[in-house]
Nanobody, 128 residues
Framework: QVQLVESGGGLVQAGGSLRLSCAAS????????MGWFRQAPGKEREFVAA????????YYADSVKGRFTISRDNAKNTVVLQMNSLKPEDTAVYYC?????????????????????WGQGTQVTVAS
């Protein structure tokens, strides 16, 4: 099993930046891809970004392209989401997720199968 723990959420003014981290522990060798999702109040959870654990290629939702950057540190088993130019509509609980077999480019594709690993979430609030 793999445990994912997010950190770095908080309150920021519009236009500001936040850096989220997701630390993986346990059977991390089973991870093929990791990603970030978010859920705003009253809305469904949506894909934000994903990264291939092996080659580090990133994938982004259109809503965050050019503002967010996902990266990974294999040695530390950590995935980071750098969020710049934040907008009030970015306010949500952000979740880290991991997959054993699904490719990173498919993490944002709707599927009846849930992702294999989830973190507990971290709140991001962007004030206008």
């Amino acid at each position: 099993q793999v445990q994912l723990v997010e950190s770095g959420g908080g309150l920021v003014q519009a236009g500001g930046s936040l850096r989220l981290s997701c630390a993986a522990s346990g059977r991390t060798f089973t991870i093929n891809a990791m990603g970030w999702f978010r859920q705003a109040p009253g809305k469904e959870r949506e894909f934000v970004a994903a990264i291939s654990w092996s080659d580090g290629i990133p994938y982004y939702a259109d809503s965050v392209k050019g503002r967010f950057t996902i990266s990974r540190d294999n040695a530390k088993n950590t995935v980071v989401l750098q969020m710049n130019s934040l907008k009030p509509e970015d306010t949500a609980v952000y979740y880290c997720a991991g997959d054993k077999y699904r490719a990173a480019q498919n993490m944002g594709v709707p599927s009846p199968k849930s992702h294999d690993y989830w973190g507990q979430g971290t709140q991001v609030t962007v004030a206008s």
